[in-house]
C-alpha cells in the first residue's frame, strides 16, 4: 500500500487519565476513564469517544464518496453516528463493539441500504474493524 498520509499522536500521563497531543497540536485533550469503567469521568475525553468520532467522520466520507460513483444526490442534513462500546472479551482483556447509525433523509431505504453497504467496502476503518470488532449497521431515511 502506498501511504498518502500519516497522522501522528502522542499519549503520556496515567493512560486512560492522561493526555493526547497530535504533532501538529491541532489536538491536544486530557483524558479520563469513563466512571462506567471505574475512572472519575467529568469533561475529559477518552479513547472510545476519539475512535467513535474518528469512525463517524472517516464513513461519512467513504458514504460522500460512493453515493457520488452512484449519481445519488445526498441531502445536507446526512448524519453518521457511531457508537464504540468497550467490554471484557473471551481472552481475559478486553474489546470493542460498534454501532453506525447513518441517517439519510430524502432517499428511498432500500438505496440508503445500498449505500451504507458500499461504504462498509470503501471506509478505512471499517476494513480496519472487519473480522475484529463487532460492527452492526443500521440506516434510516
Keep these: 500500500m502506498k501511504i498518502l498520509y500519516t497522522a501522528e499522536a502522542t499519549a503520556t500521563g496515567d493512560g486512560r487519565n492522561g ?4 504533532s501538529d ?18 469533561l475529559f475525553t477518552n479513547p472510545e469517544q476519539l ?23 445526498l441531502a445536507e442534513d446526512t448524519t ?16 470493542l463493539a460498534v454501532r453506525l447509525h447513518a441517517h439519510l433523509p430524502g432517499i428511498t431505504q432500500a438505496t440508503a441500504d445500498e449505500l451504507i453497504a458500499k461504504a462498509h467496502q470503501v471506509c478505512p476503518y471499517s476494513n480496519a474493524t472487519r473480522g475484529n470488532i463487532e460492527v452492526v449497521l443500521t440506516t434510516s431515511v
Excluded: M, W
Design 19 to 22: 493526555e493526547v497531543v497530535s
Design 51 to 73: 475512535f467513535a468520532a474518528g469512525y463517524a467522520a472517516c464513513f461519512h466520507s467513504a458514504l460522500k464518496l460512493v453515493a457520488r460513483q452512484d449519481k445519488v444526490a
Design 25 to 42: 497540536g491541532v489536538i491536544d485533550e486530557k483524558l479520563a476513564t469513563p466512571t462506567e469503567l471505574g475512572g472519575p469521568g467529568g
Design 80 to 95: 453518521i453516528t457511531t457508537k464504540v462500546g468497550i467490554g471484557p472479551n473471551d481472552q481475559g482483556g478486553f474489546g
